[in-house]
């Protein structure tokens, strides 16, 4: 097995560093940066609708080489999402798992609550087992570390399914943190069970990221993927 799929299955995340290259990551800046975002917004979540160049890195070649070895070739993405910290839009966010997804229609279904709407998309909480086979790819625009609020994970965390509160309280106890540290242009690929937070920046500057999630296979039940 792969190293890095290795590391996903029993850590729940792996970093790549500089895997995309400074012209590339230049480009999506640009494209980024033609979308309002002086009101001091911690991102945006319909950014594969809104930026028709992170939609194609989305479906490139060269990020489904680190998606397919873990979902497999029927891998797509189904949500993604631009977070950026940064002096006016300087956030932190607590210890937790990701746990709700994007769908077209909120249906009455009883193992998919509670139901959201967030920015005017349904979400709702699926059963476990659809989170278990799901991987974020988080792209970093900028360097990352503690000093502008790098995400911070607990490895292994992903293995137990939905935690409750005293859950996670033990695992903040029992566990070391890691900050997912790295250059502009790495990779973060991780469960979205796994869990993670993130620290206010002591030093703000741009943090951007561009946030992925893939899964390998269609909803059942009528169903469907938001996008
Ligand atoms: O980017 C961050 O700092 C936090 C993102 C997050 O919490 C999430 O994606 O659920």
């Not at 997804?101 to 509670?114: E, F, G, N, R, S």
Request: charged fraction near 25%; charge should be negative; hydrophobic fraction near 40%.
């Amino acid at each position: 097995m792969d190293i890095s799929v290795r590391e996903v299955e029993e850590r729940g995340f792996v970093t790549i560093d500089s895997y995309l290259d400074p012209d590339s990551i230049d480009l999506l800046i640009a494209d980024i940066n033609t979308l309002d975002l002086t009101s001091g917004r911690a991102g945006i979540r319909n950014i594969l609708e809104l930026v028709p160049s992170v939609s194609k890195l989305a479906r490139s070649q060269e990020i489904r080489a680190l998606v397919e070895p873990i979902l497999g070739d029927t891998a797509r993405v189904v949500r993604g999402i631009f977070f950026d910290k940064q002096p006016n839009a300087n956030w932190k966010v607590p210890w937790h798992q990701d746990l709700s997804i994007a769908v077209k229609q909120h249906l009455d279904l009883p193992d998919y609550h509670p139901q959201s709407i967030k920015e005017g998309v349904p979400h709702v909480q699926p059963p476990i087992a659809i989170l278990e086979r799901m991987l974020t790819v988080r792209i970093h625009l900028d360097r990352t570390d503690e000093s502008n609020g790098a995400l911070k994970v607990i490895p292994g965390s992903h293995r137990q399914g939905k935690l409750t509160t005293p859950q996670i309280d033990e695992w903040k106890q029992l566990n070391r943190a890691i900050s997912c540290n790295c250059q502009a242009g790495g990779v973060l690929l991780m469960r979205p069970l796994l869990l993670h937070s993130s620290s206010i920046a002591t030093t703000p500057s741009h943090r951007r990221v561009i946030h992925l999630e893939y899964a390998d296979r269609p909803l059942d039940k009528g169903l469907e993927w938001y996008y």
